[in-house]
């Protein structure tokens, strides 16, 4: 089913608003979430809005809470997210290394006890809109066994890099896991299969099957014992930076709040030569023969500024079991 | 064959001075490359010696050559390599970033125009020593599709993160392709077959055939399209900060030279709350019962530091005819 942007961006308002969030703030959100719908990410927008209010309901995020500054020096800052909404919260770093970058060159900013930020790509296309390269990242909840493990110990602690781009931003948005469970959730209740192995079953094997990874809980992280080994050096970073809570802290405590969160900004060079530098890259990546007879390559990003397109055009994608849910809050 | 690492490292010596190294240059060099096998990276130890010679030879590196300042904001820095050794460079850049991060929290310093820098978690090691958080990346040739496509057009670009830990530095030092073409010629040159798929044969079938990989050049990117992507990202960063070549350009060069990297260094907080939250997450991740009895799961350095304990007491292990062959330069 196919709802106008504007539509689900002022149902999100109104139920924000029901919930104690100031107008500004309850637009602010609700404008993140249903981008991220428009943008394709439908798992981090209208799917994910229900438990959302569920988490503000438990008082598991703070809508009026404010971050606050722990310290600062040079060009790196540390903040106290105090459980406000992560989005804003992640935002509100966004900008603040934004303003470190453009004094600096390169400012980073580090954020604990926040919560979840919902997609993480928000926040590269920010600094990318800015003109910004931005590298960031969060911890998780533990959701994937370390390589050579079987207990989930790792979060698929998303990871995303930006780089601004005038005829359309490249963002990454990559979190460690092969899948993440809002695509294995996807995939499970369509009864699909995936189209690579994305986990193990309870019997150790490497499978394609979304329900067998969610009964194992042995998501596989990407590259094997690489993604094992990037999960934990970004739980380290963003804990270390931040002085925050780890995966382990966060899962010893039940549910996905008071994460770690960082954000790093730099400020390119800008100009003909940096354009034609990247445009050179771009090309010669979409210059591969395709596997598939009619194929394409695509860079990080293109697609969803394709579906942002369509969604303007056509209206946004909505389950609509879950639509329904959110009419009615 | 277990050769002392101090035969190994003035073994290299003697041949670089024969190079036209000067003094320093030449230890600074040989110790990098008996570092190297010293810690179980033989690819970019002593078996890549003769290749570093080669390249001498033919004027790709250039022994005398020091890097130049072409600019600088605040905490970044962008040099040109002047085509100098990729170590000394990579080294010398490091230590940039560690000034940059000492006095602005953050430091990033971006190289044009350098060689090869071997094995890149030299320089997380080196920032980790002088206590800090380092991520640095490169550019190489061409050799992995990008996802969807079949000719190489994306370089292995290893990304390196460190983060300084008493009890041994956590450094992560991983290229992007599952395998790297030295892991792949090393299963080839022993007749066994990968743990894992690592690409694709001729006819378009993920293989664990090291042979078929290498003849079709169709290398697996960690994660599929997600390492694709980061593959993408990471070049674009190098090439744009550096203002230099991008996978793209080296490749066309036919040559891989005058590779753009990129080092960022980061000042944690120290003390015992950092030394605890580490630990925390080391313990944590370390506590998922094995996958195999008896199994172990490790954190990215430690079996570095494990293979280097054990080849300070008992020897560098070395590949005889190659170890022939540098004794006969």
Redesign the interface.
């Known amino acids: 089913m196919l709802i106008p942007f504007e539509k689900l961006r002022s149902e999100f308002t109104r139920v924000l608003l029901s919930l104690g969030f100031g107008e500004e703030k309850a637009l602010q959100c609700a404008t993140i979430f249903a981008e991220n719908s428009r943008d394709g990410v439908y798992t981090h927008g209208l799917n994910r809005f229900p438990t959302f209010v569920q988490y503000i309901n438990e008082g598991l995020v703070i809508p009026a809470a404010e971050p606050t500054k722990e310290?600062?020096?040079?060009?790196?800052e540390q903040w106290n997210g105090n459980l406000g909404p992560g989005m804003l919260n992640a935002q509100f770093c966004t900008e603040r290394a934004i303003s470190l970058a453009k004094?600096?060159?390169?400012?980073?900013v580090a954020i604990k006890n926040t919560s979840h930020w919902m997609r993480g790509g928000t926040y590269g296309w920010q600094a990318a809109e800015a003109g910004l390269?931005c590298?960031c990242f969060t911890n998780t909840i533990?959701n994937m066994?370390?390589?050579?493990?079987?207990?989930?110990?790792?979060g698929n602690n998303p990871l995303i890099?930006a780089?601004p781009r005038k005829e359309g931003h490249?963002v990454?948005d990559?979190a460690i896991s092969?899948y993440s469970f809002g695509k294995l959730n996807l995939y499970k209740s369509k009864n699909e299969q995936l189209p690579?192995p994305g986990g193990y079953d309870m019997e150790?094997n490497l499978t394609t099957d979304p329900a067998a990874i969610i009964e194992s809980q042995r998501s596989l992280?990407?590259?094997?014992w690489?993604?094992s080994?990037?999960s934990?050096?970004?739980?380290?970073?963003a804990?270390?930076?931040s002085?925050g809570q780890?995966?382990?802290?966060v899962?010893n405590n039940g549910s996905e709040s008071g994460v770690s969160q960082v954000f790093?900004c730099?400020?390119?060079?800008t100009g003909l030569?940096?354009d034609t530098?990247?445009e050179?890259?771009?090309?010669?990546?979409?210059?591969?023969?395709?596997?598939?007879e009619g194929?394409?390559?695509?860079?990080?990003g293109e697609n969803t500024l394709r579906t942002r397109e369509k969604s303007l055009k056509d209206g946004v994608w909505v389950d609509e079991v879950i639509w329904e849910k959110v009419l009615g809050l």
């Open positions: 310290g600062g020096f040079g060009a790196i004094e600096n060159g390169i400012g980073c390269i590298i533990a066994p370390p390589w050579g493990g079987i207990d989930p110990r790792l890099i780089v490249v990454l990559m092969q690579l150790g992280p990407v590259g094997f690489k993604g080994g990037l934990l050096v970004l739980d380290l970073l804990t270390v930076l002085q780890s995966t382990a802290v899962t790093i730099i400020q390119p060079k030569q940096t530098l990247i050179e890259i771009i090309d010669y990546t979409k210059s591969s023969r395709p596997e598939n194929g394409e390559i695509f860079y990080p």
